[in-house]
C-alpha cells in the first residue's frame, strides 16, 4: 500500500500543548465507501459503554486477557454522570466462552476510581489496579485501588489500598502479574508533578516508582521505590501513562518509559523485579529538559509517548512506539498533530541517537529510521494518488497521527501490530477520523500489507481509538477499543459535547495479517536458528552458528551503533546445514556491534561486544 504523504505546511503545523488543533488545509472531501480491505473474519461485538472518554493520556494500559481456557476478561475506565463523572470506575465484562455478560452499569471498585490495568492473578484469578484521583472528600485521593479476585468472572473483589511514600500522593498505576500461577503483582506509579499539586520527590517531578507484592497487595517489598537508572541522576521527572508493562514471561518482565522530553528507555528484568537492566532505546537530544520551567529549544523528533512492548519466545523484548515532532520556545512546548509514524525496535537493533532528525520518519537526511524495518507503520494512501487527503482537523490527543500502538507474538514469533490511524475520506466533514490499522511480521523481519480492522461500512463515522491487545493468541489475535462518533475528547483536548462511547471488542484472524502458508513454509533461518556469537564478548575471532533449513543465498554484515558496515562475509548458496560464521575482529575498535545475517527474505540481527 502506497504511503500518504503530508505537505511540507502539514509536518510544521504545529500546536502549544492544551490547545486545539485547527489546520487549514483547503481539502474538502465527504466521506466515501472503505478502499482498503476489510476481513470477513474480523468478528466484532460491543461489550460495554461510557461517557468519560479518556481511556489515557498516551500509552494504554493492558485492558484484556485471554485465558488458556477461551474464556476472556476485558476492563476500561467507565462513567456516565457527566460532567463530573462521581460514578467513574472500572467497567469490566467477561466472555464464559460462550457469551460476554450483560454490558455493565456499575464500577467494580467502592469508590470513584479509574485508569485500570488487568492481569490474572493466580491459579484462576483475575486483578485490577485503578487509581483514586479525587475529588475528596470522598475516598483517599493519591492512593491506588488493587481489586483481586480468585476465581475470574465470578464472585466479589477483595479491594487493598495501595499508599504513596509518606504523605506523596501516587496516580496513573501498570500493573500485571508474574511468576508461578501469575502470584505476584509488578506495579508502576508515579507520585503527582506539582503541575497536579504534588510535591518534588527525591528530586524528580512526577518520580516513577515500582513495587511489587506477593501477597495479592497486603505488604510490598520493595515499595516505592526510585528504581536505579530513572532517578533525579537522569531525569527531572516522568509523565502521567508514559510507561507500560509487557505480559511477563515466568521472571522475565519489562517496561518501557519515554516521551517527547526524555529519553526513551527500556527495564528489563530476568529475576522478577531483583536486579534491572536499562537500555536507552532512543537519547533525547536535550537532557534534563524540565516541562516545569521549559527552555527554548530546536525542533526535532521524538517519541510520542504512547508505545507498548512483548516478548518473544526466546526472551527478547520488540517495542513499538508513535512518532512525533517537538520543540519549545521557552514559555510552553509544542506538538505536531500532522507528523505520522510508527517506529519498530528490538534487542537486536541499534538503538537511536540523540540527532534532531534520527526519527525523522520521512527518509530526510540525518533520519535513522529504516522503512519496512524500524519504521513500520503510517497512514494510508487509500485514493493512492500519494498524498495524504485529509481535512487536517483533528483529535488533540497530543500523539503522532498514526499512533497508539500495540503489540503482539504469537508461539511461532509471528508480529501483529495494531494503530489508530488519521484516515483519509473518513470525516464527519469538519474533523477526519481516527481508524484502526494493523501489519504482520514473520521470518525475522518481513513486513506484509496493511489491513484495515475498522474499515467496515458501520464505522465510516467512527473514531476508533485506544486499542488494548490481549498477550495471548490462537488462531485469532484479540482486542478492545473505544469509538464514538466525534473526533477527539470530551474530557480533555478538542472538549467536545459529552456523548455515548461504545467499548468494542474485536477477534482478527492470524491470517489476515500473515499470508495463508507462512506458517508451514520453512524459512532458510530465523531467529531461533542463528545463534548468538561465542565468545561474547571478545577479541580476535567469534563464531555464529547457523542452521539452515534449506537451499538458499546467505551473507552476514556487522554494522557498528551508527550503522557503518565494518565486517561482511559475501552472499553465496548454503545448502541445507549447519554452519560456523567467524567474526574477526582485528579491524575493530572496542565497543558494541551489530551482526545481521541475511537469507533469502530472512533477516535476523543480534547484538556482540569487541573488547
Known amino acids: 500500500q502506497q504511503r500518504a504523504v503530508p505537505t511540507k505546511a502539514m509536518r510544521d503545523y504545529a500546536v502549544r500543548k492544551g490547545e486545539t488543533v485547527h489546520f487549514e488545509n483547503g481539502f474538502e472531501k465527504t466521506p466515501g465507501t472503505p478502499a482498503q480491505k476489510s476481513s470477513a473474519s474480523i468478528e466484532e461485538e460491543v461489550i460495554g459503554g461510557t461517557r468519560y472518554d479518556l481511556q489515557s493520556n498516551s500509552s494504554v494500559q ?62 484462576n484469578g483475575e486483578l485490577v489496579v485503578s487509581h483514586d484521583f479525587g475529588p475528596a472528600p470522598a475516598g483517599d485521593p493519591g492512593t491506588l485501588r488493587i481489586n483481586i479476585r480468585d476465581s475470574k468472572g465470578s464472585g466479589d473483589w477483595i ?19 508474574s511468576g508461578v500461577d501469575n502470584s505476584v503483582i509488578q506495579l508502576l506509579a508515579i507520585t503527582w508533578p506539582t503541575a497536579n499539586g504534588g510535591p518534588v520527590y527525591e528530586g524528580l517531578d512526577g518520580a516513577l516508582l515500582y513495587s511489587r507484592s506477593t501477597d495479592g497487595g497486603s505488604t510490598w517489598d520493595p515499595e516505592n521505590v526510585v528504581l536505579d537508572g530513572i532517578s533525579s541522576d537522569f531525569y527531572t521527572g516522568f509523565s502521567a501513562d508514559d510507561y507500560d508493562w509487557a505480559a511477563s514471561q515466568g521472571d522475565n518482565i519489562a517496561f518501557l518509559a519515554g516521551n517527547s522530553w526524555y529519553d526513551f528507555i527500556l527495564m ?79 534487542e ?83 474533523q477526519d477520523f481516527r481508524h484502526l490499522w494493523a501489519r504482520g511480521s514473520w521470518g525475522d523481519g ?43 475528547l470530551a474530557v480533555r483536548g478538542d472538549e467536545d459535547p459529552y456523548t455515548d462511547n461504545l467499548m468494542n471488542f474485536m477477534k482478527v484472524s492470524r491470517d489476515d495479517l500473515i499470508p495463508v502458508g507462512v506458517s508451514e513454509t520453512t524459512m532458510p533461518i530465523t531467529g531461533q536458528s542463528v545463534s548468538q556469537n561465542m565468545p561474547n564478548p571478545f577479541t580476535g575471532v567469534s563464531w555464529v552458528n547457523v542452521e539452515v533449513a534449506k537451499t538458499c543465498n546467505l551473507s552476514l554484515d556487522v554494522t557498528n551503533v551508527t550503522g557503518q558496515l565494518v565486517y561482511s562475509i559475501a552472499e553465496k548458496e548454503f545448502t541445507a546445514g549447519s554452519y560456523r560464521l567467524p567474526i574477526h575482529a582485528e579491524n575493530l575498535t572496542k565497543g558494541v556491534y551489530f551482526y545481521t545475517v541475511k537469507a533469502g527474505e530472512a533477516v535476523v540481527t543480534k547484538k556482540m561486544i569487541v573488547e
Open 446 to 488: 518481513v513486513w506484509g500489507d496493511f489491513v484495515h480492522l475498522t474499515g467496515d461500512l458501520i464505522h465510516i463515522f467512527d473514531e476508533c481509538v485506544f486499542p488494548s491487545a490481549a498477550s495471548a493468541t490462537d488462531d485469532y489475535f484479540y482486542l478492545i477499543y473505544q469509538t464514538d462518533q466525534e473526533p477527539g
Open 348 to 430: 537486536d537493533m541499534p538503538t537511536f541517537s540523540s540527532g534532531l532528525d534520527a526519527l525523522n520518519p520521512y527518509g530526510e537526511e540525518g533520519t535513522e529510521l529504516v522503512e519496512d524495518e524500524s519504521l513500520i507503520g503510517w497512514a494510508q494512501d487509500l485514493n493512492n494518488n500519494g498524498e495524504w487527503d485529509i481535512l487536517g482537523e483533528v483529535g488533540a490527543y497530543y500523539i503522532s497521527a498514526s499512533g497508539m500502538p500495540q503489540i503482539v507474538i504469537d508461539d511461532q514469533d509471528f508480529i501483529y501490530v495494531v494503530y489508530s490511524s488519521v484516515t483519509e475520506s473518513y470525516n464527519n466533514g469538519v
Open 268 to 346: 528489563k528484568s530476568t529475576d522478577g523485579g531483583d536486579t534491572w537492566e536499562k537500555t536507552v532505546i532512543w537519547e533525547h537530544p536535550y537532557p534534563f529538559f524540565n516541562t516545569a520551567s521549559p527552555t527554548v529549544t530546536d525542533t526535532f523528533y521524538c517519541v510520542d509517548g504512547a508505545h507498548h512492548l512483548a516478548f518473544d519466545s526466546q526472551g527478547k523484548v520488540h517495542v513499538v512506539f508513535g512518532i512525533n515532532r517537538a520543540y519549545s520556545d521557552g514559555s510552553g512546548t509544542f506538538w505536531f498533530p500532522l507528523v505520522d509514524g510508527v517506529g519498530y525496535w528490538n
Open 159 to 177: 479491594e487493598n489500598v495501595m499508599y504513596g511514600p509518606g504523605d506523596v500522593e501516587i496516580s496513573w498505576p501498570r500493573a500485571t502479574s
Open 62 to 123: 493492558n485492558r484484556l486477557h485471554v485465558f488458556e481456557d477461551g474464556t476472556i476478561g476485558a476492563t476500561w475506565t467507565m462513567g456516565f454522570a457527566d460532567p463530573t463523572f462521581a460514578d467513574r470506575g472500572t467497567g469490566y465484562n467477561y466472555f464464559d466462552g460462550s457469551s460476554w455478560g450483560d454490558q455493565p452499569e456499575e464500577r467494580i471498585e467502592s469508590i470513584r476510581t479509574g485508569w485500570p490495568s488487568y492481569a490474572p492473578y493466580g491459579e
